[in-house]
């Protein structure tokens, strides 16, 4: 123990870091950028049993309502949902009205997982014209239903990707733009 009562290790310093193991991060999250943030400091943990008649079951239907699943049930929903890019499955949603979509089967979703449960969505951004940061609304309408944002995973696809960069027709490269090569 350190004289201050903290246990030996790293603590936040004005460059990083030299190491992470018993990292003292206190300096880091009592700054200003945390400020108004909503850390829960008391969690409940709640975990439901699932009737077993309900499970080694394909449902084919929207997750929009899952009654089968009692509240506070499942500890991890990975999901891609349907981009509404014009697939046969589509249903060519406004930008709005897929959204709405996408935020009654997180709700739903949410209701399900048991505390500090993970969701995972695979989702890819879209169009050029304009360009639709999809990624950046799902994260927005997580974080106001309640999710907590522990990280991002990005999936590189340069390896199968065609070039990074869209340059126009032929020897007239007038406004360049970028591909996407993530999701």
């Not at 009692?70 to 991890?76: A, E, M, N, Q």
């Not at 949902?81 to 009654?104: A, F, G």
Request: hydrophobic share 35%; charged share 25%; with cysteine.
């Amino acid at each position: 123990m350190k004289p201050n009562g903290r246990r030996n290790g790293t603590e936040t310093s004005a460059f990083g870091s030299p190491g992470r193991i018993g990292h003292d991060s206190t300096k880091f999250y009592s700054s200003r950028l945390y400020e108004g943030q909503i850390v829960p400091t008391t969690v409940v943990y709640i975990e439901n049993s699932i009737n077993p008649s309900v499970l080694d079951r394909i449902y084919c239907k929207s997750s929009e309502s899952m009654e089968e699943i009692p509240d506070y049930s499942v500890h991890l929903m990975i999901t891609s949902p349907p981009y509404n890019v014009t697939k046969e499955y589509d249903e060519d949603l406004s930008l709005d009205e897929y959204r709405d979509l996408l935020k009654r089967v997180l709700r739903e979703t949410y209701r399900v997982l048991v505390t500090g449960g993970r969701a995972c969505v695979n989702i890819a951004n879209l169009g050029r014209k304009p360009y639709i940061p999809l990624h950046s609304y799902i994260i927005q309408d997580m974080l106001e239903i309640g999710f907590l944002m522990r990280g991002e995973i990005i999936w590189n696809k340069a390896s199968s990707a065609s070039p990074s960069t869209a340059w126009g027709t032929w020897l007239s490269a007038a406004n360049p733009i970028l591909r996407d090569i993530h999701e």
